[in-house]
């Protein structure tokens, strides 16, 4: 099985400058989140997709950020004009759509590692 | 109030002990379900084990068991014949009422660094 996959693992820009980090989702799963985890804390909620619908956004995610999954498969994450403060681990999850959990547990990628300077 | 508290920063266990980490949670919710994750240097969170706040069994996936004390609203890992590959970061999350399609959003704790040393 292929798991989800995140591209780049990593990311050095100078701030001000826009970044567009991917996610690839386990094939067969229609949702699709993005998480942000800052050192010592634990994953905190950005977004997720139900096919290429967004249906929730954190107040997390200020207007210089924006989500896509524009056929509702992979997706997109790109933070425009990158402030020192959006520096952390970006990650990103999946999960199948299913009445009865676990079976729509959230399966997670390795992360992109933003680091802003 | 933290909706997910792991007290623990960081715990060291001697190779083949068994291990219990904390994780106690606050929700007004009847239906929710607990995770525990395992995140590795390498970043990637790893699913455990799941409990739904309407089973009766404490839920079980090989070395992994939770002790789930509703009444107390702790979720607690323990991890039975510890290894070195055990030696990772382990975050309980929550996901609220989860008879809510649209509800799908985790709420994690800190975490705990568990060390295995030799």
């Known amino acids: 099985d292929t798991g989800v996959s995140q591209d780049p693992r990593h990311k050095i820009t100078k701030r001000g400058q826009n970044v567009t980090f991917r996610c690839d989702p386990i094939?067969?799963?229609?949702?699709l989140y993005w998480y942000r985890q800052t050192l010592g804390q634990g994953p905190e909620f950005l977004t997720y997709?139900?096919?290429?619908?967004?249906?929730?956004k954190s107040r997390l995610l200020s207007d210089r950020f924006s989500a896509e999954r524009p056929k509702g498969s992979f997706s997109t994450l790109e933070i425009q004009r990158t402030e020192q403060g959006d520096s952390a681990m970006y990650l990103c999850?999946?999960?199948?759509?299913?009445?009865?959990?676990?079976?729509?547990?959230?399966?997670f990628g390795p992360g992109t590692r933003l680091t802003v300077l | 109030a933290q909706k997910i508290t792991q007290t623990q920063p960081g715990m060291f266990v001697q190779e083949k002990e068994a291990v219990t980490l904390d994780c106690t949670y606050d929700?007004?919710?009847?239906?929710?379900?607990l995770f525990w994750y395992k995140q590795p240097s390498s970043g990637e969170m790893i699913f455990l084990i799941y409990?739904?706040?309407?089973?009766?069994q404490n839920a079980t996936e090989g070395r992994y068991s939770l002790n789930f004390q509703k009444a107390r609203k702790s979720a607690n890992l323990v991890i039975s014949a510890s290894q070195l590959g055990d030696s990772a970061m382990y975050f309980c999350?929550?996901?609220?009422?989860?008879?809510?399609?649209?509800?799908?959003?985790?709420?994690f704790g800190t975490g705990t660094r568990l060390t295995i040393i030799p």
């Open positions: 929700t007004s919710d009847q239906s929710y379900g």
């Open positions: 999850a999946s999960s199948q759509l299913a009445e009865i959990p676990p079976a729509d547990t959230q399966y």
């Open positions: 999350a929550m996901r609220e009422d989860i008879s809510n399609f649209g509800n799908e959003k985790l709420t």
């Open positions: 409990q739904g706040s309407y089973d009766e």
């Open positions: 997709f139900q096919n290429e619908a967004q249906l929730e």
């Open positions: 094939s067969e799963h229609n949702r």
